[in-house]
Structures are given as structure tokens and as C-alpha cells.
């Protein structure tokens, strides 16, 4: 890690030495707040984006901008619930992939075409872009990181 | 027998027993998947599916009820995706070294993929609701619903899609790499993270801890970009 290490003030040791739960639900808190800044940002000016992903670009701009000290994640509680978040992501997407079976009929008729299209088109889209990736940067690379 | 469906009869109401099941089945696939030491097809997100529709196609269950339980489970995603800022600001050095090159390569990928995806669907069925549900099928689950719900697909067919498209590529990724004789740790995790989300970054993150992060970076860039140009995209072909 290169980030610069925020200073560590007496706001931040009371939150660190807060309890995990406590921290939990302070930077869920967060999440949340960037969330509802995202949903309504789409609203209010029509964008195509989804209200989480203009959250997330929130996020990560006030991180680039701030740091990750006081102005932004005071006492790390939004890392916190962040990191434990995406610890169980694979487990989220789970109910959106048991509503396949609402669509039994267009699966009935159109599985080949779906099949194909996915191994097709990922295969192909993954070759093409590894191999223009790898003329791009085999040279310009330090493995020394 | 009667107390027994007494019993069912209230649970099946509330959606404590959905929850609980959601839970159960996932953590029963992830068990298996790490005593089998991680097959790429038992995929613990394909497996609970698997489960969980055969589950609710035995009991008759309908899928709204189901989702009167899941939905808990369903709602972390906003919340999750805006947490992948994390992961994203930890390869913001980097980002800052090679940016040009990297968007540039991950908006070559996001195009291939989403136009392949778009072409061969167009090619091979007549059906527009399947197309537009593929098309964003490259990005990471809770963006690619949303651009689905966007552009007039099925959002949860696009989830199916999405998670398939990532079983995928994780499973053949690494291989792929082998034949082409791909070996920069760069171009294996942009092309692992602009073609197979989050379930490829998770594959390469096994392996090598550099392209993993790559591919974090190139997931979540596509993802933006995809946001922005789908529907702009298919406005011009005239297909929304």
C-alpha cells in the first residue's frame, strides 16, 4: 500500500477503540448515505447510470480527493463495512440468479442462443483483449511492485 | 402429517424460511467448492441457484414468495457496490501510472464484449427482450441489472446472465491465457475483469495478487463505462 497514512487524531483512537458492531453500522450508515446521493443525483438529472454505481464514483472520488483520513472515513468505519461487505459479495447475487427460473419460458426457447452468446462472446472478447493488453504493456511493466 | 403442514403453511408465509434458505444453500455450495478445492464449474453462486430452483420448483414455491425472504439478502448489493470504491482507491497508484493505457484496453474489451454479445444474439434469435438482457452482460451483477432495467431488459434474466458469463470466463480465463501466450499480469486482469466481473477478479486473485487487483480495476471501470455508453450505444443502433 502507497496511500498516504492518515494522521491518527483522538476522534480516530475513540472510534478505533469502538466495537466492531458499533463500527459495522456506522460506515453501513455511510454506504448507505452515498447511495441515496447516487439515486438521487440519476433522478434529478435523468441519468442513464445506476443510483449505487454514481454512490461508488462518490466514494471513490472523495477518497482520491481526501485521502482516506478524517474528511472522509473518520476512524476507517466505511473501509470497515466495506471490506466486510465484499467478504460475502459472491452470496448478494444469489437471489438476482434464482430469478432465472421466472423466465422458464423464454429459457425453453431460446437456451442455445443464450449459451452460445455467452461462451462465444466472452471467449472472444477475452482473447482479443488480453492479446492487445499484453503488446500494450509487456514493455512498459516493472514487476518490481 | 397434519401438524406437519400446519407447521409449512406458516413458515412458507413468512419469509424467515427464504432467508434461512438463501443462507443454507450458499453456505452448503461454499463448503463443497473449497473440499473439492475450487472447481471453476461448481461456482458457489451457480450451485445455491441451482439448488434454491429446484428447492422452490419441489415445494411449488413461486419466486415472488422466495424473494419476500431473499430480498434482504438482495438489498446489500447497492451498499456493496458502492463499497467497491475500497478496493478500487487501494490501486490508485496504479491508475496513476498507466491510466491512458489502461482505458484505453478496458474500453476496447467492454466494446468487443458487449457488441459480440449484441451481434451474435441478433444473428442467431429474433427475441429483442433476450438481446437487450444480454447486452450488459460483461459488468458485475448490480450495474449490469440496472442497465437492463435501463434499456428495457429483464433485469433478472440479466442477472442469470451475468453470473453465467462469469463462470465462464473464470473456468476458461487462465487457460485462455496459456494458448494465447498471454503473461503480463496487466493484460491477464483487464482482459479476467472487463470480460468476467467480479467472479473472474476472484479466479485471478487465487493465482496472482497483481493481475487480481488489475482485474478489480478493469471491473469496475467497465462497469462505469458501460453505464454511461449502453444506452447511448443503442439509441444510435435504434434498438431501444
Known amino acids: ?145 | 402429517m397434519d401438524a406437519l403442514k400446519t407447521l409449512w403453511v406458516y413458515l412458507s408465509a413468512s419469509p424467515l424460511l427464504m432467508l434461512a434458505g438463501t443462507l443454507g444453500a450458499y453456505v452448503l455450495a461454499s463448503t463443497v467448492f473449497l473440499r473439492l478445492q475450487n472447481p471453476p464449474l461448481l461456482n458457489p453462486i451457480l450451485v445455491s441457484v441451482v439448488l434454491l430452483v429446484g428447492l422452490l420448483r419441489l415445494t411449488g414455491t413461486e419466486f415472488e414468495a422466495y424473494f419476500e425472504g431473499a430480498q434482504f439478502i438482495h438489498f446489500l448489493l447497492g451498499p456493496a457496490t458502492v463499497a467497491l470504491a475500497f478496493p478500487l482507491y487501494r490501486q490508485l497508484y496504479l491508475l496513476r501510472r498507466y491510466w491512458l493505457g489502461i482505458l484505453g484496453v478496458i474500453a476496447l474489451g467492454t466494446c468487443v464484449g458487449t457488441l459480440s454479445a449484441i451481434g451474435i444474439t441478433y444473428i442467431l434469435s429474433s427475441s429483442m427482450e433476450l438481446l437487450l438482457s444480454v447486452a450488459p452482460k460483461s459488468v458485475t451483477t448490480p450495474v449490469a441489472m440496472g442497465i437492463s432495467e435501463k434499456i428495457g431488459g429483464i433485469p433478472s434474466l440479466t442477472g442469470s446472465a451475468v453470473v453465467l458469463t462469469g463462470i465462464v470466463g473464470a473456468a476458461v480465463g487462465p487457460s485462455l491465457f496459456r494458448w494465447c501466450r498471454v503473461t503480463s499480469p496487466i493484460a491477464k486482469g483487464l482482459a479476467m475483469g472487463t470480460t468476467a466481473h467480479g467472479i473472474g477478479t476472484a479466479r485471478l486473485m487465487e493465482d496472482d495478487v497483481q493481475s487480481g487487483a488489475f482485474s478489480g480495476l478493469a471491473m469496475a471501470i467497465s462497469a462505469v463505462l458501460l453505464a454511461f455508453l449502453l444506452p447511448t450505444v443503442l439509441a444510435v443502433l435504434e434498438l431501444t
Do not use: C
Request: hydrophobic content about 55%; charged content about 15%.
Open chain 1, 1 to 145: 500500500m502507497r496511500s498516504p497514512q492518515s494522521a491518527t487524531s483522538k476522534a480516530d483512537e475513540v472510534a478505533n477503540t469502538a466495537d466492531d458492531g458499533y463500527r459495522f453500522v456506522r460506515g453501513l450508515a455511510a454506504l448507505l448515505a452515498f447511495q441515496i446521493a447516487g439515486e438521487l443525483m440519476t433522478v434529478v438529472f435523468d441519468l442513464p447510470v445506476p443510483g449505487p454505481l454514481l454512490g461508488m464514483v462518490f466514494l471513490f472520488s472523495g477518497l482520491v480527493l481526501y485521502g482516506r483520513g478524517r474528511a472522509v472515513d473518520p476512524g476507517g468505519s466505511v473501509e470497515f463495512a466495506s471490506l466486510g461487505l465484499l467478504k460475502i459479495f459472491p452470496l448478494l447475487f444469489v437471489p438476482a440468479g434464482v430469478g432465472v427460473m421466472l423466465h422458464g419460458a423464454l429459457l425453453a426457447r431460446e437456451w442455445l442462443v443464450l449459451i452460445a452468446v455467452l461462451v462465444v462472446s466472452t471467449l472472444f472478447s477475452m482473447a482479443v483483449t488480453a492479446l492487445v493488453a499484453e503488446r500494450a504493456f509487456a514493455s512498459t511493466e516493472d514487476t518490481g511492485r
